[in-house]
């Protein structure tokens, strides 16, 4: 792999990152008036509706780029996508109602290590040392950034639920990295509209509808940059940096969102805030020094 394409790949997937931790504040303002479940849905439908514009754009133009397309071969990661992406909200859901939101955005941070585990012991995908120990630092900033106080350490039934989230998003980014050798359009466009019409329908047998047309539009709007855009870059990352270490740069991203918070919300700047961003340098420079750099 060439110097250039190792880098480019990095950018894009903090690219990706910050596209996703851009909706975190903008999500928080939509969700008064728009249900959780609805939310989601529309969110990746989104996703799906924006990237499927961006294609009929470049074909009008003439754009059109020569990528492998999913085969059968591919079906079962395709499906198993699409179901995680469902699932894992769900699971989130259900554990917000058995513990406090702020045990369950520090067990969040236990994602990078489900998607490391299961890219090294499934997928038997390399990793060296001081990858590990930056993803030990970038977590260690992420439960920083989370916890508000040690009250917030404790275990339930309700953080189960919220691990089994972190495990199915896990699978999830091991399954995009299986079809990252495709095309990233027709992965995001079968993300979206599969993962956000199956969270839709969710939302309208649980009755979590709204019908407030702005707030819709403005949900849709977020998931084209947040979730379709940021997906797209994020499957480019993949192919050349593989799974682990593309979560690894991706997990800058609650970071990412804390100064997009503050910036939006004017939110007051803690102590802990500048020992996160620490650690979190930290761990982004070993994991960009990582001179291991295999193609994929």
Known sequence: MSKTKYNTAIFFAVLAASLYAFSFPFSKIILDK?????MAGLLYLGAGLGMSAVGLFRRATGKVNK???ITRKEIPFTIGMVVLDIAAPIFLMIGLTMTTPENASLLSSFEIVATSLIAFFIFNEPINKKLWIGIIFITLASIILSVDGINSFYFSLGSVFVVFACVCWGFENNCTRTLSIKDPLEVVIIKGFGSGFGAL???F???QISADTVYII???????VSYGLSIY???????ELGAAKTSAYYSVSPFIGVLFSFIVF???TEISFFFALSFMLIGTYLAFNDKEQRSV
């Open 34 to 38: 728009v249900p959780p479940t609805m």
């Open 205 to 207: 047998f649980i009755h």
């Open 67 to 69: 990528e492998m397309k």
């Open 218 to 224: 403005a949900a849709l709007l977020l998931g084209f």
């Open 266 to 268: 004017r939110e007051k």
């Open 201 to 203: 329908l969710i939302a």
């Open 233 to 239: 870059f994020y499957v480019y990352a993949q192919r």
